[in-house]
């Protein structure tokens, strides 16, 4: 009767080369047998070992040559930004290298950007993902960047001045001139970038505005001549007690400042139209009188592939000078 092989401990938590298993002890025959799964080519797991998605990295990073880098959306989301999909992850090497691995897209460049051991720059893995992103998502995910101290403008401003040539460099520079490192979070920079592309008067982001008995509230959105705050309501507001106790307090705060406010849903802002045009009533019920909302040309940019927008329109489709609020 045979034995289940003993797999050593570090063979059940990692994702591991075949060459790497196979000096350790465990035999071809075992490597193609129920305990394990074949991830690549000759890249394994454990079969009861759940991958996440720095697994998932490590798996391709095994099977890809030793110089492919991540970039794009996969780099980002090692930085820390928790947006986009998972899949295909997408790396970048310098050489005319085709290979096909599944769930992964590897990008070929004539030169490698700035990178450390793991992946490209923060800017190079940005101008990247603007390639295929919409106008809209490379602008809050760009704001957030710079919120996060992940990116630099300057930085990224000097990468597209001296490398033009390099896929994406179009895009990030028209997109650049639309990013705002207030914003805290991503909906939060999407719901600011909706106003501005509608043509709405441009509000102040994340204000300290202090009470009369000296606490600090600070606004999302705010609106000082017309003393009207505008503030994104995630489902953490009402999943999470302690964050629910403090929106309590906070908007206790603001009706003591005698501030209107108008709350943003995570379901209204997926109707950008309806979003906007709420920020606009609330505005006028305010004593706005300005133009109302506009959705043509250039809020229908925001929607599109931003290849298209920048190399088609370049600044032609920039947001219009933002009207008085007063």
């Not at 110089?67 to 790396?91: C, K, M, N, V, W």
């Not at 990178?115 to 998502?137: K, Q, T, W």
């Not at 994340?206 to 017309?226: K, Q, S, T």
Request: proline share 5%.
């Amino acid at each position: 009767m045979s034995s289940v092989f003993d797999v050593p401990e570090k063979f059940r938590r990692r994702p591991f080369a075949r060459a790497e298993a196979l000096e350790a002890g465990i035999s071809a025959r075992v490597l193609e047998g129920a305990q394990f799964v074949r991830l690549h080519d000759a890249v394994y797991r454990h079969r009861s070992h759940e991958m996440t998605f720095a697994d998932r990295v490590a798996a391709a990073r095994i099977a890809l040559p030793d110089a492919a880098r991540t970039t794009g959306i996969t780099r980002l989301q090692e930085l820390g930004l928790d947006y986009g999909s998972r899949l295909p992850l997408h790396f970048v090497v310098a050489a005319d290298h085709h290979v096909r691995i599944s769930g992964v897209f590897l990008h070929r460049t004539v030169a490698m950007p700035a990178a450390d051991e793991l992946g490209v720059s923060a800017e190079a893995a940005f101008v990247a993902y603007c390639v295929d992103a919409r106008a809209v998502d490379a602008i809050k995910v760009g704001s957030m960047l710079l919120h996060l101290g992940r990116m630099s403008g300057a930085a990224l401003a000097a990468l597209v001045s001296a490398q033009p040539w390099r896929n994406g460099c179009t895009e990030a520079r028209w997109v650049s001139e639309h990013l705002d490192r207030r914003c805290r979070s991503l909906p939060e920079a999407e719901l600011l970038t909706l106003i501005r592309f509608s043509g709405l008067p441009n509000p102040d982001v994340n204000p300290e505005l202090r009470a009369p008995d000296g606490r600090i509230v600070i606004p999302d959105l705010w609106y000082a001549a017309l003393r009207q705050a505008v503030e994104y309501e995630g489902s953490h507001h009402q999943q999470e007690r302690q964050q629910y106790v403090a929106d309590i307090d906070r908007y206790l705060v603001f009706r003591t400042m005698q501030i209107s406010y108008l709350q943003i849903t995570k379901e209204r802002l997926r109707t950008p139209r309806l979003a906007v045009t709420s920020v606009h009533r609330a505005l006028v019920q305010a004593g706005y009188s300005g133009p109302g909302p506009d959705f043509g040309e250039c809020w229908t940019t925001l929607f599109r592939r931003l290849s298209d927008v920048a190399r088609s329109r370049a600044r032609a489709t920039a947001v219009r000078e933002p009207h008085s609020a007063a």
